[in-house]
């Protein structure tokens, strides 16, 4: 993929704590993801070692071109539990090897972003390098990221991660995962939410001078939030574009520096393929255009 950086790439690793899943999917948190599932069994460290080696044996020709690299575990990448320092820094190294890499973005809930794993992070890149955290806030409203989604993340916690990264200014920052449409908002309703959401980021990211960018999930159902919200439609496409030009219009009034990247990849949890496959049919040269070149009128 392309995002405003240059050429963008996923890798995904095992998750090393019990059962191989995120312990929050295990503890039936975050009604809307299958994601923390994992891949059903629990890895260890030289089950990770090797996946590195096959992507790097596989893909040789890919990662010395890529610019922006994304890690996700399945879970929280700076949970020791969940991805032994071991492997972080075995990742890590190898990033630090890429020349053409100038970023890369790691998964985690906020009780990890701590000044250890910043540190660990940070001293293992090369210096034109920058880390940034994955932080699935989701909403800024408490009621449907804590009530509606089941996210135990408070906003303490949420400042909490803002802080430490803080610590970090040129060597670090934020990308935050913002959901369309979350359980039981639709419409004008929805589309204020995601635009509330990107406000506050953009307040915290201001208060504690941390770079942040955005990447914008419009919500589908999965087996877990189908079962929780059968009732809950999937993201209305066009509700989705208009809240990006709003959330364009108000990155714009606090300096313009924030980028907004469309995820669309759901790793086949999307419980209506039949239905994403028709969108993307129509809009996915749009969303990789706007990833590129953030250009809200790409989307009218
Ligand atoms: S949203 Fe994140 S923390 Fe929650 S279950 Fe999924 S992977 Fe785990």
């Not at 670090?172 to 913002?178: C, K, L, P, R, T």
């Not at 066009?238 to 009034?253: G, Q, R, S």
Request: hydrophobic share 35%; net charge negative; charged share 30%.
């Amino acid at each position: 993929m392309r995002d405003i950086y240059g050429n963008r790439l996923a890798l995904v690793f095992g998750n090393e704590s019990k059962g191989g899943e995120c312990p929050f999917f295990t503890a039936k948190q975050c009604y809307h993801c299958d994601i923390g599932t994992g891949e059903g069994t629990q890895f260890t460290p030289d089950m990770n070692e090797q996946r590195l080696k096959f992507f790097k044996r596989y893909y040789s020709a890919v990662p010395p071109t890529i610019d922006h690299l994304v890690i996700y575990n399945s879970g929280s990448t700076l949970n020791e539990r969940e991805m032994s320092r071991g492997t972080l820094g075995m990742i890590v190294d190898y990033v630090a090897s890429l020349q053409k890499c100038g970023i890369v973005s790691l998964d985690s809930r906020e009780m990890f972003v701590t000044a250890d794993a910043l540190e660990y992070v940070v001293n293992k890149l090369r210096t034109d390098q920058q880390m940034r955290v994955i932080l699935g806030i989701e909403s800024q409203s408490d009621g449907i990221r804590m009530g509606k989604l089941n996210k135990k993340m408070t906003r303490k916690g949420i400042e909490g991660a803002f802080k430490v990264v803080s610590n970090y200014t040129e060597r670090a920052g934020m990308d935050i995962n913002v959901v369309f449409q979350p359980p039981e908002l639709v419409g004008e309703e929805a589309i204020r939410e995601a635009v509330e959401t990107v406000r506050y980021s953009l307040d915290l990211a201001e208060k504690y001078s941390v770079s942040v960018d955005f990447n914008y999930h419009p919500f589908y159902q999965t087996k877990r939030s189908r079962a929780m919200y059968p009732g809950h439609p999937r993201a209305n496409l066009e509700d989705a574009k208009k809240a990006l030009v709003e959330m364009t219009k108000e990155i714009e009034t606090k300096g313009g520096k924030s980028k907004i990247f469309i995820g669309w990849q759901d790793e086949q949890h999307d419980q209506e393929q039949h239905k994403r496959e028709a969108e993307l049919a129509r809009e996915l040269e749009l969303f990789d255009q706007f990833n590129v070149k953030q250009d809200p009128s790409i989307l009218k």
